[in-house]
């Protein structure tokens, strides 16, 4: 018996031939399917070592996948997968040579308790710190706990999601591996655009914002990626997909709103909300004297067009 992503969920010896299946007592494979008749299919075996599937008139019929077409009767190989009901399954010869034994490892740290509430601790911290740099005024620091709030509330509703996705897809809610996973790619991408901001700041190369952005995209899909590999059974190929897909759909959204807006006010200027140190600053730009300089010369100009 095989899952829908051809998983094997469990296995059945035949002995004899022919052989049914069903959920009758008497079948020589028995299933625990309420959508599968008494005596749903009878499978016989060919002389080229392939096996010949008779539908036994039942009602919800006989399908081999990928088709949805009902059959009834078929011929199949060791690879080619049978629903009936809400039961699919492949029958493979005693010959069939299967993997070697996979070695048992042991649970990953950041699936613990103890790592989730690190990394909890870690990104308030983080948030607190943040908000206490980028205050200017003595009132906006007492906004510090509002933003802290929002993200906890926030990150909540993000692990808790998850976690309603992996329990119904996998049967294990991993509430803290998702918030290990949730709390470990906040930081990376708060260290990543930090970094990205300072380096930008110091070369005084606009295009590091772009690459910042890029390198964001990038870590939040493979936030998504490691939340879809605790949720799900599917195939890393189909994970790595489906989390490229949301950070494209999410980062070319978020940026096509901000081009919007910015549009919308030509006059905006973009700026830092933190102040950063002299220190970092690696590509020398014009003195502060030289600046309001050129300011008063430019408010001269205007005012000349103005009065014209």
């Not at 051809?6 to 959920?23: D, T």
């Not at 999601?161 to 470990?184: D, E, K, M, Q, Y």
């Amino acid at each position: 018996m095989v899952g829908r992503h051809g998983e094997v969920l469990a296995r059945h010896a035949i002995w004899r031939w022919p052989s049914r299946i069903g959920r009758s007592y008497d079948m020589d494979v028995i299933l625990d399917d309420a959508f599968v008749a008494a005596a749903h299919v009878e499978i016989r075996e060919t002389p080229e070592g392939r096996y010949a599937i008779e539908d036994l008139r039942s009602l919800n019929g006989m399908r081999v996948l990928p088709s949805s077409a009902k059959q009834s009767s078929a011929e199949i190989g060791p690879e080619d997968i049978v629903r009936i009901g809400h039961t699919q399954f492949r029958i493979r010869p005693r010959s069939y040579v299967v993997g070697g034994e996979r070695r048992i490892r042991q649970g990953a740290a950041y699936r613990g308790s103890l790592m989730f509430l690190i990394a909890v601790v870690m990104v308030l911290a983080m948030f607190m710190w943040d908000a206490f740099l980028t205050a200017s005024h003595r009132d906006e620091k007492a906004l510090t706990a509002l933003s802290v709030f929002t993200v906890v509330a926030a990150g909540a509703m993000w692990i808790a999601i998850w976690s309603l996705v992996s329990r119904t897809a996998g049967r294990r809610a991993n509430f803290s591996a998702h918030g290990f996973v949730a709390c470990a790619g906040v930081l990376a991408l708060q260290i990543w655009t930090t970094s990205m901001g300072y380096l930008a700041f110091g070369l005084d190369a606009g295009w590091l914002e772009i690459l910042s952005v890029a390198g964001a995209a990038a870590l939040f899909g493979y936030i998504v990626y490691r939340h879809l590999r605790l949720a799900s059974r599917a195939k890393r190929q189909a994970h790595a997909i489906v989390a490229a897909c949301i950070a494209i759909i999410t980062f070319g959204g978020g940026s096509l709103l901000v081009n919007l807006v910015g549009a919308m006010d030509p006059a905006a200027q973009s700026h830092s909300y933190s102040l950063k140190a002299p220190f970092f600053l690696v590509v020398r730009g014009i003195s502060p004297a030289e600046y309001i300089a050129r300011s008063r010369d430019l408010k001269h100009a205007v005012d000349d067009l103005v009065g014209r």
